[in-house]
T-cell receptor
Framework: GAGVSQSPSNKVTEKGKDVELRCDPISGHTALYWYRQSLGQGLEFLIYFQGNSAPDKSGLPSDRFSAERTGGSVSTLTIQRTQQEDSAVYLC??????????????FGPGTRLTVT | AQSVTQLGSHVSVSEGALVLLRCNYSSSVPPYLFWYVQYPNQGLQLLLKYTTGATLVKGINGFEAEFKKSETSFHLTKPSAHMSDAAEYFCAVRFSGGYNKLIFGAGTRLAVHP
């Protein structure tokens, strides 16, 4: 079946502009995660969705970052007033959750964001 | 604080040699443990996982890892390296009580030379 997809694959934006990154999880996966991968910080957790709610937003680095998920499926990560330090690869992952706990996370190919 | 440590940011082995990539975590409660591999310009692919049960787990591409509670370790091994194993490897931990987020190690870049 189809894996996690993300769009766009690459995004170049000017400092101060807003950007939206999209994630389509694996069909039926109730849990969705956003991570950021950068040279200086490695792989960092940003936010976790269970269905449409986000019980863990602890990784969002500032209030310029927000995310939503609709219909228990697609998620959008929005970065307002982008800064150069926002340049990174943004990875989305999804997993299936049962009463026994979450299974492994499956990752998308990422969106490479470059802020000039 | 909960953390994941991968010893060695770069490891180089000869083709056919043993691969050993080290991962230690800080927690008194056994967590769930994962190894992921990342090839250039690609996302992360799950190699193997430990949740409960047998402490020696086998994954794809001939890799395996052993969970050692007393050493808080989850080292990744492969008996014989192939050129195609050259990639970056990440150890990831899902600590108990922390929802479902993964905490990643800094990664180890594996080079395989003829």
């Amino acid at each position: 079946g189809a894996g996690v997809s993300q769009s766009p694959s690459n995004k170049v934006t000017e400092k101060g502009k807003d950007v939206e990154l999209r994630c389509d999880p694996i069909s039926g996966h109730t849990a969705l995660y956003w991570y950021r991968q950068s040279l200086g910080q490695g792989l960092e957790f940003l936010i976790y969705f269970q269905g449409n709610s986000a019980p863990d937003k602890s990784g969002l680095p500032s209030d310029r970052f927000s995310a939503e998920r609709t219909g228990g499926s697609v998620s959008t990560l929005t970065i307002q007033r982008t800064q150069q330090e926002d340049s990174a690869v943004y990875l989305c992952a999804s997993s299936s959750t049962t009463r026994l706990g979450s299974y492994e996370q499956y990752f998308g190919p990422g969106t490479r964001l470059t802020v000039t | 604080a909960q953390s994941v440590t991968q010893l060695g940011s770069h490891v180089s082995v000869s083709e056919g040699a043993l691969v050993l990539l080290r991962c230690n975590y800080s927690s008194s409660v056994p967590p769930y443990l994962f190894w992921y591999v990342q090839y250039p310009n690609q996302g992360l692919q799950l190699l193997l996982k430990y949740t409960t049960g047998a402490t020696l787990v086998k994954g794809i591409n001939g890799f395996e890892a052993e969970f050692k509670k007393s050493e808080t370790s989850f080292h990744l091994t492969k008996p014989s390296a192939h050129m195609s194993d050259a990639a970056e490897y990440f150890c990831a931990v899902r600590f108990s009580g922390g929802y479902n987020k993964l905490i990643f190690g800094a990664g180890t870049r594996l080079a395989v030379h003829p």
